[in-house]
């Protein structure tokens, strides 16, 4: 529960404030006054009448009513402070700093419980334990430095780790990114990540609130909760880029070492990114490059026309943006011409832009100038304007500054000369400005962003999916395990799902009369025995009566025969379909080629269930080896529609059937004209009733 | 030519030098003062007695005897100048600054030219035109700034582009990194990147020389000079990493419209830098954190420790250098448990090694010596050490610091507060260290340093092949372009590549014998008509000789048929391997799996020949699908040392037959046992005589 008392409160007091800024009650108090607090600051230390000019009260018992309490005492001490505040001081906010609690003993654990039964009862909010913070722009509640400028309009962080919250601001203030909120949830006890995003979006206020969220995440304790208001603030305008560490087997390791959190399934994650619209980083300064080009007006398609008047940067950038699937584009014709005749001789106008090294400030005016009003083509303009320290930056940078007020299309400014422009650089980002010092560090990141795909739709596609039956056959399988054939079969046939002809009998004539009707060649399986083809089980394209005959008597004589299987033989593309489920995600859906391309290429791509058709497409589509599903060198692709079509009702189906918790249809079958699966497996596991 | 004069001056004129530091001029002279030249410093002005305290003549020819001349003077001044300093002055060492050469028109070529004869008559050097100069710990010959901190032991730089070496030195200079010498090539008219690296391999000193070398390169001018004298000063023990800008297409325009360079194609370089042992870059932040790597000691192994105090940057720099293939490996038993006993409570040693936020310089050091003496499958130690701003951070970076000084195993210090604990990491750095402020930025340029392969040996394998028959052959072919099949048999044959048996003939009844010798099933082909699929002119798996005789009548009635080919029907895993001829860098050759690898896929690696045995199992190694070719899931495999046999025998045959521009065989089929080329097809240019 997130109160106004946490987000604007009229009165703080700092239990535990001490004058000694090397101490987090110093350093929190410190950071509040030299923040502007304006409502009433407070407080509580035995020994002080005054702490840092702040009037001191002995004991937490003498503090009059106060909205937000922050502790840095004991953690022993806490839970008594906690109640007294909350039931006689009618505070209703609680940060607490202290560390001891449960990330490092159970006796820890007891206290951090005993601490939000009191917050619940009292209807109070609760950030931490083992926090460093909240900070706003209305109170700066951090012990940590460094505190970035803070602007309404700037990116609100929420980290699940504070020392990794402080690192990220280390990495954020060098480039010039400003914030609105940086929320630090420590242990989470009350408030997590999701419930701070989930508060973000209910209250969500597109005039006044900021439209970037930038996240730190080692755990995802409520992955629909964190996809649900994700998806929704990003169809609101808000624009969202994640860490979730841990995605490696060592580094889930080094995750739960840290907070004890279990790390989810990496392609859970990379799903659950995918459908919400997340861009997902995997470095601060991944983050805080794609915060700065978040805070830049949206690129309205992939071309990119570079300005610069130093040549190198400008092609490592073209291969950086083309690395990436962005243009920079040719320019020519009688607008490039007419922009090269007001340059210097030598400069070239084919993009790169290049001005020369002796480039005017007028000349780059000039190059904004065509770029948005005569390039048509051109999508977003990228300035790199460093200097080897002859004269000053900052006529060139005004340039910049203004030209970014007005321009119709966004302007990145990449302004290397951090040290020999230094003051110039310092004088652009304070007007509001960011900066981003390596070329290539950008064209990656907004690569990046450009290849998130909006946010699915949340509504189920059903398809006609018949759930009621799909209930009941899931409601009749007696044992948990890997289902029965015939199960199998009624489920995909509920769900609409194409499911090759087959036929299982232990008598002869009845096996052939189906290969007959079905049409010859066919195949032909033993029931009964684990490893068929081991044991010789399995025949491929059987071409008449007779030799289905003989194989038909042959696999009788197997140990452990039941009767045979026979399907109609079937020729197309091998594809594959599989799903797995995630405990807190759900089902995690895979798609890709069979074979090889599963097996040996690990070519797949992962969706969360349901999933709508944009998303089954955008699966296909993300396959290494689309080519193929999509037809190659006179090769024949196979059907797209109906391959997204099976995705689609698969995900319904599982959505519907939370019991299944793995399957796969391996080979579905496709030409041209039909997809079709031709063996499928499915475990199901039901809660013990 | 580089002459001791240009290394070493004993005097310096400055030509064009002037009192105001925003002109080139001014700043260069700024520079050899502030940069504390030691040697006779004069200026030519002519209208000054003295600049900036140093004697000015009005003219060259009033200058004494002079080592080294600079010029900022307009480039139609250029030449007289030189002549004059040269001839009368004996300078032995020139550096032009000035622009308006041949980068930007025809005269400035004509005048660039007369300038390269002028000191190429007198025997001296020339670094330019069009270049911010040379920087080393002798002389501070640049006009431009950062200046870095200067070591002999540190790096050397050169770079194509001056604006881009600024900007390199700008990312390092943040970093700590420390520089033996800075070249700026600019035109690079005597003296380029190749000359500069070959000076340094030829008069190569173990002991004084740096062994770092960084290169920023927009044109390969000579491919095979950069590999010779690269591999070669790797071998020496020197660390080499290099920008090659202009990889994409796009980026290959940029690069041209910069230097007119004409960029190479990507792959040839790639495998260029493959076979030197150059580690290669794509941006300045990355060029100057491998350049900090390679300034610590070497890694043995691929376990890292990471030692900090924080939780979330060790998760995400497992992360990182998980993906780059570095292993982070738990740590555990009795020197786990003994380390963990000496540190807070709640404190982990599981790696990362998480000493808490309380965590003292002490427990720092401790970790550090258990990193080193206990750990034995420990061979690297990556310390993060960051801070909310609480406690200076000093003692904590002596404790590294000194650690650093003995530690047998590298230590890779990450600092991420470098504005907080700004003093802190200034003091560090004055020390001579770097600083890695990002850590999976370090992760991930660790990864590829260690991925790059060492320099391939230079010998070439002959292993029988029949040079002098491959001449013998080339030389009798009559006509450019594709070559006819006998003449592709011959040069396999000579090259020892194992082809399948054919036979092509117009007479049916020898076509027949044939088939009865080599044994059905065969594959017949006609012989005549170019595209023989699309007209019926190829027919598979003909298991008998009645098949055969109707086919080969069939095929004789297609027109412009004028005989069948014959093969045995051969089944194995289908291989390729192709090379093209790219002008300057020689043969490229590529190998891959066939069909949808090659052409969907694009899953080729790419070698440079002529091709060691190491570097064939590297290219084979590094395809996507190389666990088909290891075999499989119960499939089994491909026999990679015939297949890397066939590799290098190929290359072989390449250099010594220049003429062949493209070739490739597609398919090579192979089984466990045998790898065998079934289809080759060859196009050849001879030079007209």
């Known amino acids: 529960m997130i109160t106004s008392q946490l987000l604007r409160p009229e009165s703080i007091v700092v239990v535990g404030a001490s004058n000694n800024v090397h101490k987090p009650g110093g350093a929190i108090l410190r950071n509040l006054i030299s923040g502007g607090f304006r409502g009433a600051l407070r407080a509580v230390n035995p020994k002080e009448k005054e702490v840092q000019g702040v009037t001191a009260f002995a004991d937490v018992k003498d503090v009059p009513d106060t909205e937000l309490a922050i502790l840095a005492i004991p953690a022993a001490m806490c839970p008594e402070a906690v109640e007294v505040l909350a039931n006689e001081k ?36 609760l950030i931490g334990p083992n926090c460093i913070g909240l900070l706003n722009t209305w109170h700066h509640s951090v012990f940590s430095q460094p505190i970035p400028n803070l602007d309404p309009k700037g990116v609100d962080l929420i980290s699940s780790s504070g020392a990794t919250a402080v690192f990220i601001l280390e990495s954020a203030v060098t480039k010039g990114l400003q914030f609105n909120s940086v929320w630090s949830v420590g242990n989470g006890k009350q408030i997590g990540v999701e419930d701070v995003l989930q508060f973000m979006d209910e209250h969500f206020d597109a005039e006044k609130d900021s439209h970037i969220k930038l996240l730190y995440i080692e755990n995802i304790k409520d992955p629909d909760r964190l996809l649900f208001h994700a998806s929704s603030l990003i169809r609101k305008g808000c624009k969202i880029a994640a860490i979730k560490a841990g995605s490696s087997e060592s580094g889930s390791r080094a995750a739960s070492s840290h907070t004890g959190a279990i790390a989810s399934s990496d392609s859970a994650v990379e799903a659950l990114f995918r459908k919400a619209g997340i861009v997902r980083c995997f470095s601060r300064e991944e983050l805080t490059t794609v915060g700065c080009v978040f805070t830049l007006p949206e690129l309205k398609g992939k071309n990119v026309a570079i300005i610069t008047h130093a040549g190198g940067p400008g092609v490592m950038l ?9 243009n920079v584009p040719k320019l020519e014709g009688e607008a490039a011409e007419a922009l090269k005749a007001q340059l210097f001789p030598g400069a070239s106008v084919g993009n790169p832009i290049d001005v020369l090294a002796t480039g005017t400030p007028e000349h780059l005016r000039l190059c904004l100038d065509f770029c948005e009003n005569k390039f048509d083509n051109i999508d977003a303009v990228m300035a790199i304007f ?177 009767a045979v299987m026979v399907q109609p033989m079937l020729k197309g593309t091998e594809l594959f379909i599989g799903a797995k489920y995630e405990e807190k995600f759900g089902h995690v859906v895979l798609c890709g080629l069979g074979g090889i391309f599963v097996e040996v290429l690990k070519d797949v791509s992962s969706g969360l269930a349901p999933l709508s058709y944009p998303e089954a497409y955008s699966m296909i589509r993300s396959l290494r080896a689309y080519k193929i599903i999509k037809g190659t060198r006179g090769q024949k692709g196979v059907n797209e529609d109906k391959f997204a079509e099976i995705i689609v009702r698969l995900s319904t189906l599982l959505r519907f059937a939370t019991e299944i918790k793995e399957m796969d249809i391996n080979p579905l079958l496709a030409t041209e004209k039909w997809v079709i699966a031709v063996d499928a497996r499915i475990r199901i596991e039901k809660k013990a009733g």
Request: glycine share 8%; hydrophobic share 45%; net charge negative.
């Open 90 to 125: 009618k505070t209703k906010a609680f940060i607490v700093l202290s560390a001891g609690f449960g990330e490092e003993t159970h006796e820890g654990a007891l206290l951090e419980q005993q601490i939000l039964d009191t917050v619940n009862r009292y209807g109070a909010s």
């Open 318 to 326: 073209t291969d950086a943006l083309s690395k990436g699937g962005m």
């Open 386 to 562: 460093g200097t080897p320290g002859l004269v000053t930056m900052f006529d060139m940078y005004d340039v910049l500054h203004e030209k970014m007020q007005t321009c119709r299309k966004p302007i990145f400014p990449i302004l290397p000369s951090v040290n020999t422009a230094g003051a110039e650089v310092a004088e652009f980002l304070a007007k509001g400005h960011v900066n981003f010092a390596d070329e290539v560090t950008l064209g990656t990141a907004l690569s990046r962003i450009m290849n998130v795909p909006r946010p699915a739709a949340s509504e189920i596609e059903l398809l006609g999916v018949d759930i009621p039956r799909i209930r009941r056959i899931i409601d009749s399988i007696p044992e948990n395990g890997y289902i029965e054939p015939h199960y199998v079969q009624a489920l995909l046939h509920a769900a609409g799902i194409p499911l090759v002809d087959e036929f299982v009998s232990d008598n002869k004539e009845e096996v052939i009369a189906f290969a007959r009707r079905c049409g010859f060649p066919v195949v032909a399986k033993v029931v009964g025995p684990v490893h068929k083809s081991d044991v010789g089980g399995v025949v491929l394209n059987i071409k008449g009566e007779q030799h289905l005959a003989l194989e038909f008597d042959r696999m009788m004589q197997i140990p452990d025969a039941k």
